[in-house]
């Protein structure tokens, strides 16, 4: 039926619970990070007074998950991927390079980094053969590392 449920945070939780238990990993951390920026933009729109704009807030979403996604392969791959030699316990690490995106596609890269004196952040884009469309730096000054990841 298509009725209101009674209890919505019930319904919620449920269907995030199906999701978790049904190997469909990528579709659950999309969904998280499309709740977490439907939740920034209310918390904008009622602490900063900020008009709720849905497009910032999917792309803020999409952004959020490829980010995630980049970030949970670098650090698996940063595991260096043992192999060995003899009994000596030699091994070998593989490391891990900048990607072309598929054809047609462009490509987002973003880090910052926090000091003692502030943080920082900063992007560049690339196409599908690697040519250079536009990059950015900006300073965030004394900032935690939330702010840095809230404003990146």
Known sequence: TNSIPSDPYQSVQSWLA??????SRLQLDRIVLLL????????????????????LTLLRAKRASA?????????QSLQPIQHRFSTN???????????????GFIKINFDGSRTSQGAAGGFILRDWTGRFIQASAFNLGAASV???LGEG
């Open 146 to 148: 939330l702010v840095a």
């Open 36 to 55: 977490w920026s439907i939740w920034k933009t209310r918390n904008n729109s009622v602490f900063r007074n900020e008009s709720p704009n849905l497009v």
């Open 67 to 75: 980010e995630w996604r980049i970030r949970h392969t670098l650090s």
């Open 89 to 103: 316990n030699h091994y070998k690490s593989y490391w891990v390079a900048w990607r072309r995106p598929e054809g």
């Open 18 to 23: 199906s999701l978790r238990s049904s190997n």
